[in-house]
């Protein structure tokens, strides 16, 4: 990797210790709650689904639209104190994920997109505002999260001749034929969300949030083709949980 990136490297993984000291708030408040907070321990299970709109930051720069993709999957939720009005929880995700890019080509009519289909898992600390049962609860909910790397699709129209790929701005076009060289993936993921909390029935959220990857998703040194090749997605979703058990005090 050239300098750049290894500062650029550096700086990224720099950003992980404001999770790691919300999540060790969280998991140290069981045992502190004599002190600072209300005991809980609820555990809730259950799914989410929802849509992205993703870009890949390239560098060189490759003018893109979003990219348009389904997500969905299973969500794990431990709450363990109540601070004041803040309920404090631990969240555990795994989601099936399309990401990719779409290519804003306008020296042309040729068209490109390309799906990238993953794995995620966020690990997030989540904080609580509202009511706790039988109400609307605010929250926000941030930490890293880690994507595996399952399979992807392009897709092309137009004429894809010499004479129109020689119109790309900066001649940009290794990215057509590269398979994905780097399977694994990390980043920070982050959003706002409402949960309407019921009694017996569950609990039922709308969320958005943002993921930001750290790592790239094509090798980056010296003779490759991108210094930078990073997804970075808006996500919207709704998620429904129940109580496998909700114990307080």
């Given at each position: 990797m050239n300098s750049n990136g290894s500062r650029r490297g550096r700086g990224r993984f720099?950003?992980?210790?404001?999770?790691?000291?919300?999540?060790?708030?969280?998991?140290?408040?069981?045992?502190?709650?004599?002190q600072v907070g209300e005991y809980r321990s609820a555990l809730a299970i259950g799914v989410n689904g929802g849509y992205n709109l993703n870009k890949?930051?390239?560098d060189p720069t490759v003018k893109q639209n979003y990219h348009g993709g389904l997500t969905g999957g299973l969500t794990v939720r431990y709450t363990c104190e109540r601070y004041f009005k803040m309920l404090c929880a631990v969240q555990a995700e795994?989601?099936?994920?399309?990401l990719g890019w779409k290519e804003k080509i306008e020296t042309s009519?040729?068209?490109?997109?390309?799906?990238?289909?993953?794995?995620?898992?966020?690990l997030l600390a989540r904080l609580g505002?509202?009511?706790?049962?039988?109400?609307?609860?605010?929250?926000?909910?941030?930490?890293?999260?880690?994507?595996?790397?399952?399979?992807?699709?392009?897709?092309?129209?137009?004429?894809?001749s010499a004479a129109t790929l020689a119109l790309r701005p900066n001649n940009v076009v290794e990215q057509y034929d590269l398979p994905i060289q780097r399977t694994f993936e990390y980043g920070i993921?982050?959003?706002?969300?409402?949960?309407?909390?019921t009694r017996h029935a569950g609990h039922y959220m709308l969320e958005g949030r943002y993921y930001f990857?750290?790592?790239?998703?094509?090798?980056?040194?010296?003779?490759?083709?991108?210094?930078?090749?990073?997804?970075?997605?808006?996500?919207?979703?709704?998620?429904?949980?129940?109580?496998?058990f909700n114990k307080k005090n």
């Open positions: 720099m950003q992980f210790p404001l999770f790691a000291v919300l999540l060790c708030v969280c998991l140290s408040a069981q045992s502190l709650h004599a890949v930051s390239f795994v989601n099936y994920a399309q009519a040729d068209t490109y997109s390309r799906t990238v289909n993953y794995v995620q898992v966020p505002f509202g009511r706790e049962e039988r109400g609307v609860m605010g929250y926000l909910v941030l930490g890293p999260q880690l994507g595996f790397y399952l399979s992807d699709s392009d897709k092309r129209t137009g004429e894809w993921t982050g959003g706002l969300g409402m949960e309407v909390n990857a750290l790592s790239d998703m094509f090798r980056n040194g010296k003779s490759d083709a991108f210094g930078r090749s990073a997804n970075g997605t808006i996500v919207a979703k709704v998620t429904y949980l129940f109580d496998l």
